[in-house]
């Protein structure tokens, strides 16, 4: 590897880096010029096999430690974090490519802020006493589930790792956590880190891999709940493995979510919603708001505007702080946004702007406005995953719920309008498991994050996250006499 921030091993098992260099070889590739800049290698089995031993033999201890103590070492683990932004951010954006300009503010600080929240939650993880009749009485304890695996999909791979990790180490877990083969650096970091911060060996473990190495980890019988990040088909199969061992989930999957604007919004808040809900780590974001719908009358100022705003994007080298723009994460993800550009041209979507990849060298392609968009057309349907804005026309309030609704997923959904009751109107109507009103993309720990529908299981951030990752022991305590009927 050529950079200061190298994680020196392709695994971390035990509280220690790891190599074996009989797996795959895994290239890492930088997606602002396609050259390798580091290569790991797959998970054998051997390593698999360490990583839940570790977990396993670890977990125990863990558990018996508490609350405070845990909590300590979370938090602990995020001023480290912060204190190592500017590094690890680099990394980040080694491994997706995103901007410097965003990783600097949207990811190992993210990530810190899961470690600090759960951090400071560990000590309340509490049971509750349920007063009975007769005098008797029972109480509930929290306790943790066991070996958590977690399974990260690569647009946010610090990011995942904590919001996977914090939660579940708050509880008294452990977790054995396999990146996405895309971007397999930055949740080493994650690992090294923690343990700096004191946490004990085997508690945290990463293991690289695609999806064979996932499932190996899915239907290991020591595992007693998947957390998955990734595409609803991945999220079918995992979900099948974990439901035969009987296994709790979580599962965080992908969307196609509306963002609904009136034309009473404000013209700036509503183009700036959009550009974040579409735009944003190049369009590589689960909740975006790809479908834009705009009232007829604001239709053509908004066009104007948005074309205005984007004319400013800065799309170059993700490492200069300018640079607001950077590239897909990969050879195959630009190549699904072509197909799919190519889909809307030729189903007759009008492009306003955008719609070619740029010559040289890295995975570039331009932010992409599709005007003219009906529901049926493919782009309006399906995620493509990557910077292409669909913009389609509304008159009436139920008729543009309807069509919001008219999808199997249902992660996110977001209104731009200035009359307070048709905002909450609307978002009572809306099927989708966060909503923004004359907002979009906010993700603050403090919330509950997860879709209905097709895009998910669960939620994670928040109190909501504790549920997912503990589960409750019922004591019933009988101070009178047992009486039996013989
Ligand atoms: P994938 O579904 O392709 O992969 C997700 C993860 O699952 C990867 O680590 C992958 O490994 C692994 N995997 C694949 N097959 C299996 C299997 N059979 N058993 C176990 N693990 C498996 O998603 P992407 O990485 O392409 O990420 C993009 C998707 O993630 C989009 O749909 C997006 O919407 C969604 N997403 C959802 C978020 C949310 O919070 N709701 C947030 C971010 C993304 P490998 O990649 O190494 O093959």
Known sequence: MTYPTQPTSSHFVNGAYLEDAAGAALPVIYPATGQVIATLHEATPAVIEAALIAARDAQAEWAAMSGTERGRILRRAADIMRDRNRE?????????GKPLQETLVADATSGADALEYFGGLAASLTGEHIPLGGGNWAYTVRQPLGVCVGIGAWNYPTQIACWKGAPALACGNAMVFKPSETTPLCALKVAEILHEAGLPAGLFNVVQGAGDVGRALVTDARVDKVSLTGSVPTGRKVYAAAAAGMKH???ELGGKSPLVIFDDADLDDAVGGAILGNFYSSGQVCSNGTRVFVQKGIKQAFLTRLAERLADAKIGDPMDEQVSF?????????????RYIAKGIEEGARLVTGGKRLDGQGYYIEPTVFADVTDEMV????????????????EAEAEVLTRANDTEYGLAAGVFTRDLTRAHRMVAGFQAGTCFINSYNDAPVEVPFGGVKASGVGRENSKAAIEHYSQLKSVFV????VEAPF
């Open 88 to 96: 690890l951010s680099i990394l980040e954006t080694y491994d997706t």
């Open 249 to 251: 989930v979580t599962m």
């Open 326 to 338: 950077g590239p897909m994460v990969s050879e195959g993800q630009l190549g699904i946004v072509e």
């Open 379 to 394: 782009i309006a349907r399906e995620e493509i995953f990557g910077p292409v804005m669909c913009v389609l026309d509304f």
């Open 478 to 481: 009988r101070m009178d006499r």
